[in-house]
């Protein structure tokens, strides 16, 4: 089975830099996934990682260690847009199945 | 835009009735997914298809009724829902695991279903 755990809220300025933590325990491990879901819309795809390290991708980087079971989703230079939950997910491995975590709710203020 | 597209975007409809929800993906994808969303809670698995053949039913009451028509195309059939079952419905899709890996789930706007 798998057990993955997220912050539920976080609080951050715009303009400054927020680090969202996701830590998992598998079963079995096949990438570690990042979705941002704004409320009443669909979840909407940020980033993956299979191998341990950051992969960046303009203000959003996500990090990944295996060994710990551990991820977070690093999002800079805050935007009001940003306010929204971030999806923590771990697809097991050969598996169709995604697994989400709870979610954390960011809110960006001025 | 949203490459995975479902309709309707909102439904409201009685214990009693029938109804369908549709998807339709244009990217090739060969695994198709039904997911239900409560309000706060995350996406929760449904039903899996690959290469249009039922792959995974997480135990869904069978009020629910999945449908792959064609590689494109994904429905989901409902019949005596309870007000339970008012939630985001999700469809998504992506490659099969063994076709290309690593490849995220892309999710349609869902249907906003409410049972009155």
């Known amino acids: 089975g798998q057990n993955i755990d997220q912050p539920t809220e976080m609080t951050a300025t715009e303009g400054a830099i927020v680090q969202i933590n996701c830590t998992y325990q598998?079963?079995?491990?096949?990438?570690l996934f990042w979705y941002q879901q704004h409320a009443g819309e669909a979840p909407t795809f940020l980033s993956y990682?299979?191998?341990?390290g950051l992969e960046e991708k303009g203000r959003f980087s996500s990090f990944l260690s295996r060994s710990k079971g551990y991820s977070y989703l690093l999002l800079k230079e805050l935007q009001m847009k940003d306010s929204a939950s971030y999806l923590c997910?771990?697809?097991?491995?050969?598996?169709?199945?995604?697994?989400f975590g709870k979610g954390t709710k960011l809110s960006v203020i001025p | 835009d949203t490459e995975v597209t479902q309709t309707p975007k909102h439904l409201v409809m009685g214990m009693t009735n029938k109804k369908s929800l549709k998807c339709e993906q244009h990217?090739?994808?060969?695994?198709m997914y039904w997911y239900k969303q409560k309000a706060k809670k995350p996406p929760e698995l449904m039903f899996v298809?690959?290469?249009?053949?039922?792959?995974i039913n997480e135990s869904v009451p069978s009020r629910f009724s999945p449908e792959c028509p064609n590689s494109s195309l994904l429905n989901l059939h409902l019949h005596a829902l309870q007000p339970e079952d008012s939630a985001l419905y999700l469809c998504?899709?992506?490659?099969?695991?063994?076709?290309?890996?690593?490849?995220?789930?892309?999710f349609g706007d869902g249907t906003r279903l409410s049972i009155l």
């Open positions: 998504a899709s992506s490659p099969p695991p063994g076709e290309v890996s690593n490849q995220p789930q892309h």
């Open positions: 598998t079963s079995g491990f096949n990438g």
């Open positions: 990682n299979v191998l341990d």
């Open positions: 997910a771990v697809k097991g491995a050969g598996s169709y199945q995604l697994t």
């Open positions: 990217m090739g994808h060969r695994a």
């Open positions: 298809y690959s290469y249009e053949k039922l792959s």
